[in-house]
């Protein structure tokens, strides 16, 4: 945990995405006989580690962005999963000695899916444009929900030798039908929870247990644990705090951010720290294992482009024959991006170590050792590979997010705001008698609410009276937050002296805190 901090700093520094940094420490960590082999539960990996970073994750974006991109994501999240892991499968199955189809299956489904966090914490540092990223972020958080029920159908068929096409259909569906029904009724429930508990401290407590709660009850009945929590998620991010629940969001926004860096650190770090396996399972037979392990590697990244292209075409087409309102299209630099992004991470890893020792006649697991070996070098290869370059390429192709377009945006939605509060004054004025000073004031405050948030919305000689209205008010700001100070410290220091309460001064000062954030 201390390493993820320190890492964000260090990685904005010297320009390189801290999951890279936290992964490449673990692995020098592991190198070192001093430093004792972290041993968890494969079973625990995930249900400790997905859960939150996916719903922090949704807390920096909205179902319309997914609706929004839904064709996109459905191609790289759900088509894309399925190719991979068909082209794994049959690649391994043909090179690897010992391993049976399903067990090849299995190693598909788990090198499959980009991360989620990995490709959030890499791309959307990089500036690119708000689509790649939503993009980008709906297909690694649902890509898991396909991989994760491809994985299990797969290992259940190596247990038991035996496989069903149509009863793996069907386990996929009810999955997704169960992991929907039980992410929407436990987002309503935590939704009108959160309405009655009506302290931030408590709705942030409790924010905190709905995406293990989620996760686990699907699985408990059945259902795919990340969608769940997806489902869950996105439901809260549209309904759990109202407008004026400025406190509530505040806190939740910063508590969330915490959890991610800290939780993403312990993730990442943790993929270094297991390359112990790696090298126990690749002694005496190096040679082998990474001639089948690079051609796994090359397989992952090259179907990923071969795909893209083609598929960023189909996209482009349905684009401009149905749906105007998607966030289509994307030009081949983009493309190249997009592939380039496919990073894997925390749930192959999580995967690989939950492969079963033996089958259900007792027998070793076909080519276990080998699995783990490629499993390990397709996440490594990508993740520092591609996480180190991919800022390089970034740069190179030019690719940036249409700042003229933010800007736009911003602009409109500024005009929207000060139309609101002027629309409201007006509402306000019309039942209740406000003098003229008052009512000048008011009005001029909410114009200085939207040309604070876009000063392009005026015109000059308004934008010139602005300026110096934020000029007088910034100096009255100084001085007012310089006797906040005072008046903080002094009540600060009557918490160590005799006959104060230190709960009446921590109430005082939490009023004190209060005033200087609506400055």
């Known amino acids: 945990m201390l390493a993820a901090i320190v890492m964000v700093p260090l990685g904005d520094r010297i320009g390189l995405p801290s999951p890279v940094l936290m992964t490449l420490l673990g692995g020098v960590l592991a190198l070192i006989p001093q430093v004792p082999n972290v041993q968890i539960d494969p079973d625990l990996i995930l249900p400790l580690v997905l859960p939150p970073l996916l719903y922090a994750s949704v807390q920096r974006t909205s179902w319309r962005q997914f609706a929004a991109n839904r064709r996109a994501i459905f191609l790289l999240a759900v088509a894309l999963v399925f190719v991979t892991t068909a082209a794994v499968a049959t690649v391994a199955n043909a090179v690897v000695p010992g391993i049976s189809l399903a067990a090849a299956f299995a190693l598909g489904a788990l090198v499959a899916p980009p991360d989620p966090v990995a490709a959030t914490a890499v791309a959307g540092s990089l500036g690119l444009p708000r689509r790649m990223i939503s993009i980008l972020e709906g297909e690694g958080l649902f890509n898991d929900v396909t991989a994760i029920v491809l994985y299990h159908v797969a290992v259940a068929a190596a247990l038991s030798g035996d496989f069903s096409a149509p009863h793996a259909v069907l386990e996929f569906v009810l999955s997704a039908v169960v992991a929907v029904a039980v992410g929407l009724a436990l987002g309503w429930g935590a939704n009108k929870l959160m309405g009655v508990v009506g302290d931030p401290t408590l709705q942030i407590g409790l924010s905190l247990l709905v995406p293990f709660a989620s996760y686990a009850l699907a699985e408990e009945f059945g259902g795919s644990g990340v969608l769940a929590v997806l489902t869950t998620a996105l439901f809260l991010a549209e309904y759990a705090f109202e407008a004026d629940d400025v406190t509530a969001r505040l806190a939740g926004n910063t508590f969330w951010e915490i959890v991610d860096t800290l939780v993403t650190g312990i993730a990442f770090g943790l993929i270094g720290l297991e390359l112990h396996n790696v090298f126990r399972v690749g002694a005496g037979n190096w040679g082998s294992m990474t001639r089948h392990a690079a051609l796994v590697v090359a397989v992952v990244i090259g179907v990923r482009l071969l795909y893209l292209l083609p598929a960023t075409w189909a996209a482009r087409k349905m684009h401009k024959l149905r749906d105007l309102d998607e966030d289509i299209p994307m030009t081949w630099r983009e493309s190249v991006i997009m592939w380039w992004s496919g990073m894997r991470g925390v749930a192959s890893v999580a995967l690989a170590l939950a492969i079963p020792l033996t089958t259900d006649d007792g027998s070793a697991f076909p080519a276990r050792p080998e699995l783990l070996f490629i499993a390990f070098a397709v996440v490594l290869s990508t993740l520092v590979l591609q996480g180190l370059t991919l800022p390089w390429l970034v740069k190179r192709l030019g690719v940036r997010s249409d700042i003229d377009a933010e800007h736009d945006l911003e602009k ?93 001064v921590d109430r005082v000062l939490r009023q004190l805190d209060l005033r200087s954030m609506r400055g």
């Open 412 to 504: 409109m939605l500024a005009l929207r705001a000060m139309t609101a509060a002027k629309v409201r004054l007006r509402d306000i004025e019309a039942v209740e008698p406000l003098s003229d000073d008052l009512s000048e004031l008011l009005h001029r405050r909410a114009f200085d609410l939207g040309a604070r948030i876009c000063p392009d919305i005026v015109d000059d000689e308004r934008r010139e009276s602005h300026a110096k209205r934020v000029k007088r008010l910034k100096s009255v700001r100084r001085i007012q937050d310089e006797m906040m100070s005072a008046a903080r410290h002094e009540v600060l220091s009557a918490r160590s002296e005799p006959g104060y309460d230190p709960e009446v």
